[in-house]
């Protein structure tokens, strides 16, 4: 039985690690190494850990061998020998390797750019004694090898990409509404340790990637929980104006309290740790570090996908009303200041100004501590009539334009 298995493509694909599409990776057996791979390698490639631990020791120098055949060197045949039966023994070889040939962890898989630690991020079961494994592989090579978290493979994938990408083949591999709750809390700690791990390291480039790649990775699961909060938020809006009506109180002030029926869905709790990630290290030298805010932190992640900035809007319905402490913005200021460079930018910001707007139509005539209002911000950003200001203006009432103090000298 071989040690493990690498990140690969079918043959309609190629050989370039992962396909194109990120949500359809698959794995492949590693296969025979060639005849002249030295004895490091080929007692990694047999699972005897013992021997290999002694090599290594000995003969260092080993570790910086690359297969003819496999494509990669012995300690990512070690990251990806799972299926041990002696997962400690396993780990001690990781650790020997990274100590005595730090630079092992830092090369690549010529066909795919994959380091190990593209390897340990890999995940292919989530139980919690595998997940547990591969979190000790992760630590350490954290520990050992940093600078192996910032490095792409040839198709763009930093190691993080590769989790999310990873963890939600995963999950679909079962029932998708089975899988969709979390059962036990332990299995809800296994199954986030890899990924806050790697989030309490300077991953860099922002949130824009990883938030895609989690959404196009289950876009079907969120966008059917979308619906049916939007459905149910519909609903309640009508009862709660209904009420307002009722009361005497005002009906345009009426929303429906936070939804709680996605709060264990587990592409929800993975968005809410990254946006809780760039939360904390956006504010880790204020003291005290501000509440965190999840509306907000996802109106701040420029071309958040859609699904969700809804999401958010649906938990956390009382966020789209209150102001940001330090700016004095509302999410739909945040939002009118994205920047748009491309087709797709356009397009996402048009769609979230319109769910904001739709929210909370007030927020169109709030203005910031700079005195502007969502109109200015989304005319300094370029944005057109027809991609945004058209519907900020459609909540105004006539007469109620004042001169921007962006604008007064134009």
């Known amino acids: 039985q071989k040690p493990g298995k690498r990140a690969g493509t079918d043959d309609q694909h190629g050989k ?22 030295p004895e490091l390698y080929k007692l990694v490639e047999e699972e005897n850990w013992e021997l290999a631990l002694e090599r290594v020791e000995d003969e260092p120098d080993e570790a910086t061998y690359v297969d003819s055949n496999t494509k990669c060197n012995a300690l990512q045949v070690a990251v990806l020998g799972r299926g041990t039966p002696d997962p400690s023994g396993r780990i001690s070889v990781i650790r020997a390797f990274l100590v005595a040939c730090p630079e092992a962890g ?40 940093p600078k192996a978290i910032k490095m792409v493979s040839k198709e763009g994938y930093t190691p993080l990409d590769v989790h999310l990408i990873a963890m939600s083949r995963v999950k679909r591999r079962g029932d998708i509404l089975a899988v969709r709750r979390t ?3 332990q299995k809800a700690a296994a199954m986030t340790a890899i990924l806050k791990t790697l989030l309490d390291e300077d991953v860099g480039g922002g949130l824009a990637r990883p938030m895609d790649l989690l959404f196009e990775c289950n876009s079907l699961a969120v966008l059917e929980q979308v619906a049916l909060e939007e459905a149910q938020a519909s609903s309640s809006k009508l009862r709660a104006r209904r009420q307002a009506r009722s009361n005497g109180g005002s009906v345009t002030s009426a929303y429906s309290a936070g939804s709680t029926n ?16 760039e939360h904390n290290r956006k504010f880790r030298n204020s003291k005290p570090i501000p509440p965190f805010n999840a509306m907000h932190a996802a109106a701040q992640v420029k071309d958040c996908p859609l699904p969700f900035l809804m999401l958010s809007m649906r938990a956390f319905p009382n966020q789209v009303r209150a102001p940001d402490a330090f700016t004095g913005n509302l999410p739909l200021h945040t939002v009118a200041g994205w920047e748009t460079s491309d087709p797709s930018s356009v397009s996402r910001k048009s769609m979230a100004l319109s769910a904001l707007v739709s929210e909370y139509p007030q927020a169109t005539k709030v203005r910031n501590k700079s005195g502007k209002t969502p109109m200015s911000l989304a005319l300094e950003t370029g944005t057109s009539w027809d991609n945004g200001v058209r519907r900020l203006t459609t909540f105004q009432r006539e007469g109620s334009f004042h001169r921007e103090p962006s604008f007064a000298r134009r």
């Open 16 to 37: 370039t690690g992962l396909p194109t599409s990120p949500s359809s990776i698959t794995m492949l057996d590693l296969p025979d190494s060639s005849p002249n791979a």
């Open 106 to 145: 830092l090369m690549v898989n010529e066909d795919n750019g994959f380091n190990a630690l593209h390897y340990a991020c890999m995940v292919v079961d989530d139980s919690s004694s595998k997940l547990e494994e591969d979190h000790a592989v992760v630590s350490l090579l954290l520990e050992l090898c």
């Open 262 to 277: 996605f709060a264990q869905f587990w592409v929800w709790e993975w968005a809410l740790i990254l946006l809780k990630s």
């Open 183 to 185: 059962k036990k809390n």
